[in-house]
Nanobody, 127 residues
């Protein structure tokens, strides 16, 4: 029901910046809690950032500790697009990044709480 299309991945040097985009269709975007996850080769998919809806009037953002202060999640409701602005990139940020949508307004920060996923976009950070 919810379709997600990601873009913006690529190869950057350590210390560089990159912005990922996720175009959303199929639901009222402003009322859908969203998240970004990533998966490196040989590792489990891990939570990166979430943009959730604690009340009808507010949004709330949450980040995993390793990206706090470097990454920013945001949404543009007029464009039905979710973003992940990544700065001060490190080689350990290298992974496939996935956009996800949840049927809940306040999902927990695990992959099982999200039922719609993008195809993933590769981010590679060189040293």
């Amino acid at each position: 029901q919810v379709q997600l299309v990601e873009s913006g991945g690529g190869l950057v040097q350590a210390g560089g910046s990159l912005r990922l985009s996720c175009a959303v269709s199929g639901r009222t975007f402003s009322s859908v809690a969203m998240g970004w996850f990533r998966q490196a080769p040989g590792k489990e998919r891990e939570f990166v950032a979430a943009h959730r809806i604690p009340t009808m009037l507010t949004y709330s953002t949450t980040y995993t500790d390793s990206v706090k202060g470097r990454f920013t999640i945001s949404r543009d409701n007029a464009k039905n697009t979710l973003y992940l602005q990544m700065g001060s990139l490190k080689p350990e940020d290298t992974a496939v990044y996935y956009c996800a949508a949840s049927p809940k307004r306040w999902p927990s920060l695990v992959a099982d709480e999200y039922d719609s996923w993008g195809q993933g976009t590769q981010v590679t950070v060189s040293s």
